[in-house]
């Protein structure tokens, strides 16, 4: 028997969702060979493969909503890969780097991290389908979003390559206590600011934004440990002013 036309097994997909798939596929590769450097001592390569994993992660989803190409299979693979990448692979970076000098309790706030990033993940999925929520609070996150969390999480690596602390012995209580608490941020629901939809900006800051973005990414490639540190240092300094915008928008919503 001849298979329906109408059959959407048997048609053929689209290319554009191929290129999307491809890219989140490239960070999940990035994610567990930055396992793999761990496993060998490569930190500053391991912090480098996570940190590529989060630009592709910021890449295929613009992507695909670009092409048109987004679907149901393509936002379970991206989830997945997040997973590995911004909750395993810091984690166990963690571990090998630092954490093991506690034993099962480093290995616990391991755990914990993994564990945060999963429940953080799970929940986006949920709130996607939530249909009740306002159109404003679509430009913050419920929590810490797990590549902000990762991007933290790896913060005593930045300030170990820069020579602040040694491989991160010595300070390893205060290690485990500044990981605990990003965990924390990512299965809380402190409101943090998406920047998602940022489509558009005003004409006469095009030419200042350019240069400044041009800018920010020669430092960055320059000097990348001076540049995630300052990066992390303030998104977590911003984390106050989401909060109070967030209450400020809820509040004018309940008066109207």
Same mark, same amino acid.
């Given at each position: 028997?001849? !298979? =329906?036309?109408?059959?959407?097994? &048997?048609?053929? #997909?689209?290319? %554009?969702?191929?290129? !999307?798939?491809?890219?989140?596929?490239?960070? *999940?590769?990035?994610?567990?060979?930055?396992?793999?450097?761990?496993?060998?001592? %490569?930190?500053?390569?391991?912090?480098?493969?996570?940190?590529?994993?989060?630009?592709?992660?910021?890449?295929?989803?613009?992507?695909?909503?670009?092409?048109?190409?987004? $679907? %149901? &299979?393509?936002?379970?693979?991206? =989830?997945?890969?997040?997973?590995?990448?911004?909750?395993?692979? !810091?984690?166990?970076?963690?571990? +090998?780097? =630092?954490?093991?000098?506690?034993?099962?309790?480093?290995?616990?706030?391991?755990?914990?991290?993994?564990?945060?990033?999963? *429940? %953080?993940?799970?929940?986006?999925?949920?709130?996607?389908?939530?249909?009740?929520? !306002?159109?404003?609070?679509?430009? &913050?996150?419920?929590?810490? @979003?797990?590549?902000?969390?990762?991007?933290?999480?790896? *913060?005593? &690596?930045?300030?170990?390559?820069?020579? +602040?602390?040694?491989?991160?012995? =010595?300070?390893?209580?205060?290690?485990?206590a500044f990981v605990v608490l990003i965990a924390i941020l990512m299965v809380s629901?402190?409101?943090?600011?998406?920047?998602?939809?940022?489509?558009?900006? @005003?004409?006469?800051?095009?030419?200042?934004?350019?240069?400044?973005?041009?800018?920010?990414?020669?430092? *960055?490639?320059?000097? @990348?440990?001076?540049?995630?540190? #300052? #990066? $992390?240092?303030?998104?977590?300094?911003l984390i106050p002013f989401s909060v109070l915008t967030y209450r400020r928008k809820?509040?004018?919503?309940?008066?109207?």
């Amino acid at each position: 028997m001849e !298979p =329906s036309p109408n059959n959407k097994r &048997f048609q053929p #997909i689209p290319i %554009r969702y191929l290129l !999307p798939n491809l890219i989140t596929l490239l960070g *999940l590769c990035s994610g567990v060979t930055a396992i793999r450097f761990a496993v060998e001592g %490569r930190y500053e390569f391991a912090v480098g493969g996570v940190i590529f994993a989060l630009v592709l992660d910021a890449m295929d989803g613009r992507l695909a909503r670009y092409l048109q190409g987004t $679907s %149901r &299979f393509g936002a379970e693979l991206d =989830s997945l890969a997040d997973f590995v990448n911004f909750g395993v692979a !810091p984690a166990l970076m963690l571990y +090998f780097w =630092s954490l093991n000098t506690m034993k099962t309790l480093g290995w616990v706030v391991c755990l914990m991290l993994a564990i945060a990033c999963a *429940l %953080r993940l799970a929940r986006f999925n949920v709130a996607l389908d939530d249909p009740n929520k !306002p159109a404003w609070a679509a430009a &913050f996150f419920t929590g810490m @979003p797990a590549p902000a969390g990762a991007m933290l999480a790896m *913060l005593p &690596f930045y300030l170990g390559f820069l020579g +602040f602390i040694d491989e991160g012995h =010595s300070h390893v209580k205060t290690i485990a206590a500044f990981v605990v608490l990003i965990a924390i941020l990512m299965v809380s629901r402190v409101p943090t600011f998406s920047g998602k939809n940022i489509t558009r900006v @005003p004409r006469n800051l095009f030419l200042p934004l350019l240069a400044g973005l041009a800018l920010a990414v020669v430092y *960055l490639i320059s000097f @990348p440990w001076e540049s995630l540190a #300052i #990066i $992390s240092a303030i998104y977590l300094c911003l984390i106050p002013f989401s909060v109070l915008t967030y209450r400020r928008k809820n509040l004018q919503t309940q008066q109207v």
